[in-house]
């Protein structure tokens, strides 16, 4: 569904930050979480935040520019605030996946204008 609304290299990174921090936000807010903000903690949104900047800093980039990574940790931080103050699981799943996708695809047209999101990978 996500890849309907963007480019190829955005659906990528936008899928793979928000997979791999909602897995981190679930179980480190269920262990170890103690300040609720709503239905959420704030222990799960840094392990939201550390997870997607893990995975962040993982993902090949287009061009291997230094600004690339600054794209994809702000993407990070965007779907972290999203998801802490969401309030609806289904919600959830839809808002933060989108919300990251946006800021991904919004930085790279204003940063790298040039750059073609969709030529990624194998075609």
């Not at 190829?8 to 262990?31: E, N, P, Q």
């Not at 609720?36 to 935040?49: A, I, K, P």
């Not at 287009?62 to 699981?89: F, H, M, N």
């Not at 289904?90 to 990251?100: A, F, Q, W």
């Amino acid at each position: 569904m996500i890849s309907a609304f963007f480019p190829k290299y955005v659906t990528i990174v936008s899928i793979t930050l928000w997979v791999f921090g909602d897995a981190a936000a679930a179980l480190v807010g269920r262990r170890f979480g103690r300040h609720r903000v709503g239905d959420r903690t704030l222990e799960g949104s840094v392990g939201f935040l550390t997870a997607a900047l893990l995975a962040a800093a993982a993902i090949p980039r287009l061009q291997g520019l230094a600004g690339e990574y600054w794209i994809c940790a702000g993407a990070a931080l965007v779907g972290t605030v999203v998801e802490l103050l969401s309030r609806d699981p289904v919600e959830d799943n839809l808002s933060v996946p989108l919300s990251i996708g946006g800021t991904v695809w919004l930085l790279y047209v204003v940063v790298y204008p040039t750059l073609n999101l969709n030529e990624f990978g194998v075609p």
